[in-house]
């Protein structure tokens, strides 16, 4: 299900316990139709299990919104984190321009005492060297790796925090396919702006198929956090095909009072 970060999902009324048909025909309403407001409600949800999250906090299968924006801090907090901890950060510029000087970009950087110890990987003044840096110390599922002191670059500070701006401008991408294959199903869901703003730059894709065996909700994005999303889809299923069906229910008790008032 989940392969180079792409996480695909099928949704059908399988999904949703056997006896929704049975409900559907009391209620005359469209399998279609159900099957579509179901679809983005387990898109909505997948977007919710998708990280981001504040540390110690779970989602609220009650709410409508995928994300809060101290979830989005938490994110940003942790890319800032996680890249540094794999640089080492001069302020100077001078510095920098003094090691590359002695030991050029790619080398690594020693002490100037005596013993000359290594105590730097090498030196980076540039975005793209930072870029190639941070992703060949990534994760498959987007984490980065600790890298021991001696083994980390010398990067320029200002360098480093500008990257670092521009990393967490993609915070809150992972939720935003979800949530976009969400909206093509008609979900209703309140997002905060990083999730938003990202909508346009996500893999999300919600559609409907008609099969032999009727309507199937198709919802696919592509997640650096899809790892942990997978594991949390059997909850997402139960939780709900058991609102689905208590939605039957009550639409079927509104249709009876309906018809005999």
């Known amino acids: 299900m989940a392969k180079g970060g792409s996480f695909n999902v099928e949704v059908d009324d399988s999904v949703f316990k056997k006896d929704t048909a049975k409900f559907l025909k009391a209620i005359g309403k469209e399998e279609k139709d159900f099957i579509r407001e179901q679809s983005g409600m387990v898109a909505r949800d997948l977007a919710k299990y998708t990280p981001p999250f504040v540390k110690g906090t779970w989602p609220d299968f009650n709410k ?35 090691k590359i000087k002695a030991f050029g970009r790619n080398g690594p950087v020693y002490s100037s005492r005596k013993g000359k110890a290594r105590i730097a990987y090498g ?83 919600g559609i409907l198929k008609q099969t032999k065996d009727g309507w199937v909700g198709h919802v696919s994005g592509t997640s650096k956090g899809a790892e ?22 009550r639409l079927a008790k509104d249709r009876a009072k309906k018809d005999f008032s």
């Open 64 to 98: 409508d919104t995928i994300g809060t924006s101290a979830d989005i801090k938490a994110g940003k907090n942790a890319v800032a984190g996680g890249i540094a901890s794999i640089c080492m950060r001069p302020s100077s510029k001078k510095t920098i321009n003094q």
């Open 123 to 205: 030196v980076i003044d540039n975005m793209k060297d930072l870029a190639n840096w941070h992703y060949k110390n990534r994760t498959s599922q987007g984490r980065t790796l600790k890298v021991a002191s001696i083994d980390r670059p010398m990067v320029w500070k200002s360098v480093f925090n500008k990257y670092i701006k521009r990393r967490q401008e993609d915070v809150g991408i992972a939720k935003a396919g979800f949530y976009k294959a969400s909206l093509r199903f008609g979900a209703k869901a309140k997002a905060p702006p990083n999730i938003k703003k990202n909508v346009g730059k996500a893999a999300g894709l």
């Open 228 to 249: 942990y999303t997978v594991n949390k889809l059997p909850m997402i299923e139960r939780n709900r095909g058991e609102k689905a069906i208590k939605r039957l229910e």
